[in-house]
């Protein structure tokens, strides 16, 4: 049978769990209050009665999005989350036995892809410190790879780099032959894009999502940007839609709004140097963590207390993430919504710890 390996590999779909309608939602990053009620009535405005009886029409919003990275259309290619844009690269980049490398822990489908397409992983880790090991990544450039994904800021343990930064790590890759991608989900809260050094180097990508900044998961809208030789070859693979007409028109509508966005991320960026201040201040033996994400690290220092803290806050209908595997069993990772909700997840985890 082709690709035996496949069968070894365990996907299950598992129920979340959470109760959507009383819970307070900070496990997966996402917006964490509701869109206002009249918010799908102001996306579908002036919808033609046709619309849900048509294929999608794509091709304004790969202009917006264009427009709004002031980067040529045939730079983008729109796919569904940043997942997508993950599998993508690994599917036409990369052949069994390559060696690719990523932050660890980090996002998990990079584990997943890396088994699926069958190429030699790397994990590049932090120190104690919380700072990237320096000398597994020296070691990894060292292995002749083929590509570095790298977030921009990386979850759930921060890690963010400056653009100055980002263009000698472009440069470092590119002496190895080594393509670079950045993935950007969280970079609207506060980091700095590689939007300048990708007109400089011909071996960068970056991965953009709709699901943090915009606030909107559920459409599962993502999109990749690089040059344009890189994109004749990234595009191949796109599927006859990429994505339903309602996402596309949910996404625009956003675009076009940008100022509600804008709103969002002041509101989110104000409650976590807030939620973080709070935390920061208690003395109960915890480390805390954040800067450019809209979510917040805390390490409990114990992998007992963590999962303890974890049940707990479940039980009062808090969800949060965590605890991580070795040697981050004592961290747990909490999404950032507006301050009225950090104020409930304060009041009860003050009481638990």
Known sequence: MYNNHLINIKRMRVSEGRN????????????VDLWPENFVNDVL????????????E????????????????DQVL???GIDEGIKNIFHLLTKPGDT???????????????????????????DVNYKINYKQFDKFLKSKPRILFFPNPNQPIESSINLKDMARLAKKCKAKGCILVLDEAYYLFGSQTGMKILKKFNNV???????????????????????KRMMKVLSKARIAHELSSFSIAAAEYLLDNYKIVKKYLRNIVSSRNYTFGKLKSLKANIDVRTKHGNYILINLKSKKRAIDVVSKLKKKLIYVKGPYQKPWDSCICISVGPKKLMEKFLITFKKII
């Open 20 to 31: 959507l309608s009383q819970g307070l939602r900070l496990d997966r990053n996402e917006k």
């Open 78 to 80: 729109v796919h569904s």
């Open 205 to 227: 990508i970056i991965l953009r999502t709709f699901s943090k900044a915009f606030g909107l998961p559920s459409i599962r809208t993502g999109y990749t940007i690089s040059n």
């Open 58 to 73: 794509i091709f304004n919003l790969y202009k917006k999005i264009a427009k709004f990275n002031k980067v040529d259309d």
């Open 45 to 56: 405005k002036n919808k033609p009665r046709s619309f849900f009886s048509t294929y999608p």
């Open 100 to 126: 690719v490398g990523f932050l660890s822990p980090t996002y998990l489908m990079y584990e997943v892809y890396s088994k699926i397409f069958k190429v030699n992983k790397v994990r590049i880790g932090y």
